[in-house]
C-alpha cells in the first residue's frame, strides 16, 4: 500500500547514453535520478527553474550510487523518489532504478538543501515552510484526487 | 614533495555543461573525475576500451561524490587521481577537484572492480598480476609515502 | 491519412539539458533526434547496436538542423522520422521535432551510409537487401496489423 | 601566415563521449563546435554567459556537419573557428575539426544570430556595433586575407 506511494518516472535507455563498453555510462544514471526528482518536485507544485529564478536554487551537496546491474540498449526502467528532511536543512532523495523485471539496476541517496545568493557566495537556508509543506505535507502522491 | 607524484588532469568548463542555474550540472563532475581516471591508466599503459576488447571491464560499484563550491563559465580546474587497493577484489579511487586558485570544489571516492563475462552476467574477478603491477607497482601512487 | 503513417516518438524536456540561457542546448536536439531514428529502426526490427556486432555500422554522413523554437523546462514534444533512399549508399532521414501544441522547434535532414571495416579502414556499402526490406519495405508503419 | 590567424582549440576525447560502436558519437561534435566558438567569443572579450544576463542571447540558427571520419578512444584533435557575417543579421562560423595528423575529422557550417526578448518571444536584432567590432574588426579573422 505505502509502496503505491512512491512517486516513480519510467525511462528507455537510448543509445547515446550508452559507452564503448556498451552499457549506459555512469554519469547517465545521475541524469536519470535528477530528472525523477525534479519530476517529483513539479508533481508538489514546485518547479526547479522557477526556484532560481526566485533566488533559491536547490543543490546537491553529496551523491552516493550503488551500481548494480548495467543498462544495456533498448531497455525500459522506472526510477523511484522518496523524499526525507534531516535535520533543519537537508532533504535526503533515496532512489530506486529498476529494470521492467523489477530487478535493481542503481540505488542512491542524495542530500540535497536550499541555499540563496549570500554576500559571500551561497549560503544553505532552512526550506521555507511553503516549500516543506508541498514537498513533505499532508497531501502525498496518490491522495491528490481522494475524497478528502 | 608527495604532492608532486599525485596524477592530474586539467579542464576548463565548457558552457553546454552549465544548467539553467549558471552552475555545471552535478553529473558532468562525474564525467571529469572518470576522464581523468582513464588518463591515469592510460598513463600506466592501460587501455580501458582495450580492456573491453580483452574481455575484461573495469566497472565502477559505487561512487560518492561531495560537492563543496560549484563550477562556472570559463573557470578552470584540476581533477587528482589517487588508486588504492582494497581486499582482493576492489580498486578505489581517491579524488579531488580543484579550482586554479587550489579551493577544493568537489571529491569523489570511488569503488571499482575488474568484471569478466560468466554464464550468469558479469563476474568480478581479482585484478590481473599483470595489470595490478602497472597500476600500482614501484612506480604506483601507493607507494608514494612509503619509506623505500 | 498519410500523417498517421509518420513514426513519432514522443519526449520531454530533462533539466540538465538546459543550458545558462534557460533553454535546451543543441546538441541535445541531435540526441533526440537519433534516439527517434533508432526507435524507427528498432520497430522495424532492426538493432542499431546488434548492426554494429555484425559488423555493419550505421553511421551520419551529413546532418543538417534548423533551429526554430526553444525548447524550454517542462516541455513535451514528439520527433517524427520519415526515411528516404538516395542513390545507391545513401539513406536519407527526414525529421520535425514539434511541441505539444503542434509547433515547430527544429528540423532535420540526416544523411546516413551503412559501413563495413575494410582494409583501409570502414567503406560504404550499399545496404543489404534484407535491411532496405524491413526499412521501406511493403510492411509500412502502421501497417503492421492491417488484414492484407 | 593566414593559416596562423585561424582560431583554434585543441581536445581530447573523453571516453564517456564514445558510444557501443566505439566511435565519438554524433551530437558530441556539436559541443566541440561549440566550446570552440565560446573560446573565440571569449578571446575577444565576448562572454556567451554574460550576453545572456545583458538581455542578448546568441542563438543558433542552423547548423550543418559533415562527418568525415571518425573520433576514437585516446585521440587529439583540434577545432577551428573562422567567423563571417551574412546581411545584416547572420554570423556565420566556419569551422574544422582535425586530428592531430592534420586529417580532417569534421565541418561545420553554424548560422548564428543575435535576439533579445520582445513581446511576442525572442526577436532577432543586428549585432551591436561594438560587439561586431570586437568580433570582426580590425584584428578580426574576416579581415586577415584584405588588401587593407
Do not use: C, W
Amino acid at each position: 500500500m505505502i509502496q503505491d506511494e512512491v512517486f516513480k518516472v519510467g525511462f528507455e535507455v537510448r543509445d547515446h547514453e550508452l559507452d564503448a563498453q556498451g552499457i549506459v555510462n555512469n554519469a547517465n544514471y545521475q541524469h536519470y535520478f535528477e530528472h525523477a526528482r525534479h519530476r517529483f518536485l513539479r508533481s508538489r507544485g514546485v518547479d526547479f527553474v522557477g526556484l532560481h529564478e526566485e533566488g533559491l536554487d536547490a543543490i546537491v551537496h553529496r551523491i552516493e550510487i550503488d551500481y548494480r546491474e548495467s543498462l544495456r540498449s533498448g531497455e525500459s526502467f522506472e526510477v523511484s523518489v522518496v523524499l526525507k528532511r534531516e535535520g533543519k536543512l537537508r532533504l535526503v532523495f533515496e532512489q530506486e532504478l529498476r529494470k521492467g523485471d523489477g530487478r535493481l539496476s542503481a540505488r542512491a541517496r542524495v542530500v540535497t538543501a536550499i541555499v540563496t545568493a549570500g554576500a559571500a557566495g551561497p549560503r544553505p537556508v532552512p526550506p521555507p515552510p511553503g516549500l516543506l509543506e508541498r514537498l513533505l505535507g499532508e497531501k502525498g502522491p496518490g491522495e491528490d484526487a481522494s475524497g478528502r
